[in-house]
T-cell receptor
C-alpha cells in the first residue's frame, strides 16, 4: 500500500537555525498538508497546499514557515529561525480528493535546543 | 467553543467488551468525519471515515453520525489490549480543506 514518507525521523537543531523537513506524499494525491503535535497536545493544522500554492494556513504558520514542492514528488516545510517552542512532532499528510481521508507520514520529531 | 470536542479519558474497558468513544463538533454544516488511532509517539492512522447520517461498520469498528445532534461516535466491539491507544476525531469544517482534530480520547483495554 502506498504511503507518505518523511525524512528525517528526528532532527535536533539549535535555536535560530533553519531546518527543512521533507516529505514524499502518495504519488497520485493532489492535496498536501503539514500538521504538528507538541508533546501531550492535540494535532494542529499548519498549512495545506494544492495546485502548487498554499490553499489554507493557520495562525501558527507565520513568516518563519514556508512550504515548497520543488519537484513532482517532494513537499518540504522550512522553518527559517527555529524557536524552542517549535519543538514538536511534524506530520506530513496527503489526500487524493477534497473530502478523502488524510494519510499521514510517520512524522519528524524536531527538537530545538 | 472548541470546534471538535472529545473526553480525554482514559476510558478503561475489559478485554472483549465494547468501547464507546464520542465526539461533538461545533459547526452544523460540517460534511466529512474521520476517526484516527494514534499510538504513543506514532502518527495518526485512519480507522473510519463517515459522511452521512447513520452507522458505518468495518470489522470490529462502527462509526455513527448524527448531524442534527452534531455528534459522531466510534464503537469498538470485542476490544483487545492492542486497541489501547488515543482515538482522534477529525472533522472538515465547511469552506475549508484541512481537518480539525479533537484532543483525543485515551482508551485502555484491560487484559
Amino acid at each position: 500500500e502506498p504511503e507518505v514518507t518523511q525524512t528525517p525521523s528526528h532532527q535536533v537543531t539549535q535555536m535560530g537555525q533553519e531546518v527543512i523537513l521533507r516529505c514524499v506524499p502518495i504519488s497520485n494525491h493532489l492535496y498536501f498538508y503539514w500538521y504538528r503535535q507538541i508533546l501531550g497536545q492535540k494535532v494542529e493544522f499548519l498549512v495545506s497546499f494544492y495546485n502548487n500554492e498554499i490553499s489554507e494556513k493557520s495562525e501558527i504558520f507565520d513568516d518563519q514557515f514556508s512550504v515548497e514542492r520543488p519537484d513532482g514528488s517532494n513537499f518540504t516545510l522550512k522553518i527559517r529561525s527555529t524557536k524552542l517552542e517549535d519543538s514538536a512532532m511534524y506530520f506530513c499528510a496527503s489526500r487524493g480528493g477534497e473530502e478523502s481521508p488524510l494519510h499521514f507520514g510517520n512524522g519528524t520529531r524536531l527538537t530545538v535546543t | 467553543q472548541k470546534e471538535v470536542e472529545q473526553n480525554s479519558g482514559p476510558l478503561s474497558v475489559p478485554e472483549g467488551a465494547i468501547a464507546s468513544l464520542n465526539c461533538t463538533y461545533s459547526d452544523r454544516v460540517s460534511q466529512s468525519f474521520f476517526w484516527y488511532r494514534q499510538y504513543s509517539g506514532k502518527s495518526p492512522e485512519l480507522i473510519m471515515s463517515i459522511y452521512s447520517n447513520g452507522d458505518k461498520e468495518d470489522g470490529r469498528f462502527t462509526a455513527q453520525l448524527n448531524k442534527a445532534s452534531q455528534y459522531v461516535s466510534l464503537l469498538i466491539r470485542d476490544s483487545q489490549p492492542s486497541d489501547s491507544a488515543t482515538y482522534l476525531c477529525a472533522v472538515t469544517p465547511p469552506g475549508r480543506r484541512a481537518l480539525t482534530f479533537g484532543s483525543g480520547t485515551r482508551l485502555q483495554v484491560q487484559p
